[in-house]
Nanobody, 114 residues
Framework: QVQLVESGGGLVQPGGSLRLSCAASGSVFIYDMGWYRQAPGKQRELVATITQGHSTNYVDSVKGRFTISRDNAKNTVYLQMNSLKPEDTAVYYC?????????WGQGTQVTVSS
């Protein structure tokens, strides 16, 4: 069993930065890790993913602004978000994949507003 604890969300002005963290507990090997987001009235969408070998993938709308990283020793994934825009406002969820299934975090609210 894996439990995910997210942190780092909040309110930030346009152009600002936030760093999200997601720590996975449990004695399991974690393959891919990622961040998704869901804005009000919209479907959940992929933001970024990172493999065990640190290969990354981003949705076009965040390329050049967001950076995903991970610490395999700590089973933790991060999302550094710079140059935030109001359209980045959403609940952000981390997701991790083990050999048998995927797990979701509880979600953390990110609000970009002046």
């Amino acid at each position: 069993q894996v439990q995910l604890v997210e942190s780092g969300g909040g309110l930030v002005q346009p152009g600002g930065s936030l760093r999200l963290s997601c720590a996975a507990s449990g004695s399991v090997f974690i393959y891919d890790m990622g961040w998704y987001r869901q804005a009000p009235g919209k479907q959940r969408e992929l933001v970024a993913t990172i493999t065990q070998g640190h290969s990354t993938n981003y949705v076009d709308s965040v390329k050049g602004r967001f950076t995903i990283s991970r610490d395999n020793a700590k089973n933790t994934v991060y999302l550094q978000m710079n140059s935030l825009k109001p359209e980045d406002t959403a609940v952000y969820y981390c997701n991790v994949a083990t050999f048998t299934r995927t797990y979701w975090g509880q979600g953390t609210q990110v609000t970009v507003s002046s």
